[in-house]
């Protein structure tokens, strides 16, 4: 006759199993997260997109602060707090929140003043007061709005593309995408080799001038839509070098 309950093996055995379940199930519950990070990552970043269509039909250009000839600057210059800037101060952006990844450590910056009762109220988390009722456009202005180098914005997720881009550019021209950076090889953590340190550890999202967004992870250099051409600073045939918000670009 078998007593009831478990024998020494039985237990070590639903022990096991209740421990790979918990295991599968944590896992499981981290990629969902990602995943949704990384889709309301895109949203933001195609109302961005969307935002600036608006802002070129109305100026014929997107938000550039250099001659179009010419780049603006990389992520130790204030070019992409003041080019999304411009697309709340000229209204085509109500939604501040959409300018943080909410898979990042960044935070949004509360509006003192409703954006829909005075868009040109809007500051960063470091502007001291809201600038002055103004024509001037956040490109230019001198007002204190918080505007800083992307590498030191803590509620700005977003890079702003350095090359000049019209309503006659490719439809393939990035316009902004994750601020993030390629984690270097390390011998004491391989496996951190080749993972994003941003907003994202896998990958970068992009948004392109028809607000369309491309997931892209670091990849061989065969490819010519990797993380390494995104950051460069110099233009090649294969490469749509210019985008802005890899940090050390």
Wanted: proline fraction near 8%.
């Amino acid at each position: 006759m078998r007593l009831s309950g478990f024998t020494s093996l039985e237990a070590l055995l639903v022990s096991a199993i209740l421990g790979l379940a918990a295991t599968l199930l944590t896992a499981a519950c981290a990629s969902a997260a990602k995943r949704h990070g990384e889709e309301r990552c895109a949203n933001n970043l195609r109302r961005i997109a969307m935002a600036a269509m608006c802002y070129s039909d109305d100026k014929r250009f997107f938000p550039h602060r250099a001659p179009l000839r010419e780049r603006d600057g990389g992520v130790e210059s204030d070019t992409a707090a003041r080019a999304l800037r411009a697309l709340v101060h000229y209204t085509y952006l109500e939604d501040t929140e959409s300018f943080v990844c909410p898979s990042s450590p960044d935070e949004a910056s509360p509006a003192e003043v409703p954006i829909t009762n005075n868009p040109r109220s809007f500051t960063w988390a470091g502007g001291r007061e809201p600038p002055a009722p103004s024509d001037e456009s956040p490109l230019y202005s001198r007002s204190d709005a918080g505007d800083r180098p992307l590498n030191e914005m803590t509620d700005l997720s977003y890079g702003w593309t350095r090359v000049s881009v019209t309503t006659n550019s490719p439809p393939m021209v990035i316009l902004a995408g994750d601020k993030a950076r390629v984690v270097p090889e390390r011998a004491d953590e391989p496996a951190r080799q080749g993972h994003m340190a941003g907003n994202h550890r896998e990958c970068i999202q992009v948004t392109y001038q028809d607000a369309h967004v491309t997931r892209i992870e670091p990849a061989s250099e065969l490819d010519w839509l990797t993380t390494h051409n995104i950051a460069a600073t110099e233009r090649r045939p294969d490469s749509p070098a210019g985008y802005l918000g890899v940090l050390g670009d």
